[in-house]
T-cell receptor, first 111, second 113 residues
Framework: EPEVTQTPSHQVTQMGQEVILRCVPI?????FYWYRQILGQKVEFLVS????????KSEIFDDQFSVERPDGSNFTLKIRSTKLEDSAMYFC?????????FGPGTRLLVL | SQQGEEDPQALSIQEGENATMNCSYK?????LQWYRQNSGRGLVHLIL?????REKHSGRLRVTLDTSKKSSSLLITASRAADTASYFC?????????????FGQGTILTVHP
């Protein structure tokens, strides 16, 4: 069965550093998403991406965040200058036929 | 406003018992989905119910949807210790927000052997 993959599974970084989280969506999907889940809280939508541009973003997704599809397979989330409160699990998802498939997540810890 | 709020927040039952979790939402939806998450792990899709459906079954899972009350329930029958996890409902409003999901707070289910 096709699956969404994410790398790395864990990332530890210092406050103020840039991080790039990577995702490989399912190959024939056209819609891509990033979500995050702060420990013990609900999953929150960050951004959706379609046709090589952002289609929707939440108020969480401020100027420190950016997304890119640099080639035909990868979908990345960049956090420019990490803050302590960015510590969370970040999930990538892709959608086809109305069903969302989630990756296993990247656990980001900002120290 | 909160979309997709589950109750109870936590549920503790014995193996073999049924577990019922409820979800309420505020805006109109295209579909509603239930996910499972083992502690600190990824999200596993359980079942999707469309706005024009009232009930759906998948193995030991039964989901109902009442769009007039903007609510859904997930029933797990004959629960097992391995069902211990957090369960989330997520709504898809459709339209220009295609595929974007709004998650609830989740129900933590503990099944005691």
């Amino acid at each position: 069965e096709p699956e969404v993959t994410q790398t790395p599974s864990h990332q530890v970084t210092q406050m103020g550093q840039e991080v790039i989280l990577r995702c490989v969506p399912i190959s024939n999907h056209l819609y891509f998403y990033w979500y995050r889940q702060i420990l013990g809280q609900k999953v929150e939508f960050l951004v959706s991406f379609y046709n090589n541009e952002i289609s929707e973003k939440s108020e969480i997704f401020d100027d420190q965040f950016s997304v890119e599809r640099p080639d035909g397979s990868n979908f990345t989330l960049k956090i420019r200058s990490t803050k302590l409160e960015d510590s969370a699990m970040y999930f990538c998802a892709s959608s086809g036929s109305g069903l969302d498939y989630f990756g296993p997540g990247t656990r980001l810890l900002v120290l | 406003s909160q979309q997709g709020e589950e109750d109870p927040q936590a549920l503790s039952i014995q193996e073999g018992e049924n577990a019922t979790m409820n979800c309420s939402y505020k805006t109109s939806i295209n579909n509603l989905q239930w996910y499972r998450q083992n502690s600190g792990r990824g999200l596993v899709h359980l079942i999707l119910i469309r706005s024009n459906e009232r009930e759906k079954h998948s193995g030991r899972l039964r989901v109902t949807l009442d769009t007039s009350k903007k609510s859904s329930s997930l029933l797990i029958t004959a629960s097992r210790a391995a069902d211990t996890a957090s369960y989330f409902c997520a709504t898809d409003a459709g339209g220009t927000s295609y595929g974007k999901l709004t998650f609830g707070q989740g129900t933590i289910l503990t099944v005691h052997p």
